[in-house]
């Protein structure tokens, strides 16, 4: 038997625009490097210790200047207080993020 294609389905094609930012949307995913630093924080907020958990080197300087320039909610009670903080590079910007 024959194949028809008048009779089969096709699913629509994306357009060249679609596919071009799929495209750069995966490419950038691929490259991104990230890092978490832990950072120590005083009753009042203030940051008072950074240290690097995990990452890529080459972005250690960048992840540590943003986590300095992060304000912190000042701890509950008494003692001081730790977050986590993820810095993301995509290249072309960046996003520091607390995940703790």
Not at 69 to 96: M, N
Request: aromatic share 6%; glycine share 6%.
């Amino acid at each position: 038997m024959a194949y028809d294609a008048s009779v089969g389905v096709n699913p629509p094609r994306p357009t060249d625009a679609v596919a071009v930012k799929t495209v750069a949307v995966k490419a950038r995913a691929a490259g991104k490097q990230e890092v978490v630093i832990s950072v120590s924080v005083d009753r009042d907020g203030r940051a008072m210790a950074f240290r690097v958990l995990r990452g890529d080197q080459k972005k250690v300087s960048a992840a540590l200047h943003a986590a300095k320039r992060w304000s912190f909610q000042p701890c509950s009670g008494a003692e001081d207080c730790e977050h986590l903080l993820k810095f993301t590079d995509y290249g072309d910007a960046s996003i520091v993020q607390m995940i703790d």
